[in-house]
């Protein structure tokens, strides 16, 4: 797949985003199975890390807070440790026509690394947030950090690649 843009595409600006490394106990990450979208080029890299947009006037770890919660119903966390810098990528030429109305040529990314303090029980990703929110994941489960970033799409890649580097102190 190719990752060259038209000058259109190239003027377009990043939607900010935060993205969550959620651990638990055991030092696995929680991974979730997407429901379709554009994004998703086959089975195998349906999976991602909880992410989401930040609303205007939010704060990134507000974001993220209410993120995981929209996405998941988790809200027994502690934070970690967060990513410096904003982690960006940009959605190939077809995909960036259909995600956001064509509003944007990727996505720029504060990544947060949370510890999972709760029971299994507390995670609902068939009605997240309280069952006021839409369902972004059709599955989910524990997984070992150095293995997400294989199971993402692949236009993903390089910041999943940071994203493990960054937080792989915190890994089982």
């Known amino acids: 797949m190719s990752n060259r843009h038209d000058k259109k595409q ?13 651990f638990n106990a055991a030092g696995k ?20 890390l909880p992410q989401g947009g930040i609303d205007k006037g939010e704060e990134p770890f507000a974001a993220a807070l209410r993120e995981l919660y929209e996405e998941t119903s988790m809200r027994s966390v502690t934070k970690l440790a967060e990513v410096g810098e904003w982690l960006s990528y940009d959605l ?21 690394a949370l510890r999972f303090t709760g029971l299994d029980a507390e995670i609902n990703i068939t009605r997240p947030g309280g069952g006021h929110h839409k369902p972004e994941f059709m599955d989910w489960r524990w997984e070992s950090l150095d293995k997400v970033a294989d199971l993402v799409v692949p236009f ?17």
């Not at 990450?29 to 991602?48: K, M, N």
């Not at 077809?94 to 720029?108: F, L, N, S, V």
């Open 10 to 22: 190239d003027d377009l600006p990043y939607r900010p985003c935060v993205g969550l490394c959620v």
């Open 29 to 48: 990450v929680f991974l979730g199975r997407r429901i379709g979208g554009p994004e998703h080029v086959d089975a195998t890299h349906s999976w991602q």
């Open 92 to 112: 190939p030429g077809r995909i960036a026509g259909e995600a956001w109305k064509g509003k944007y040529r990727g996505q720029t990314q504060k990544w947060f």
């Open 156 to 172: 993903k890649r390089r910041v999943y690649d940071e994203v493990v580097k960054a937080f792989r102190p915190f890994s089982g």
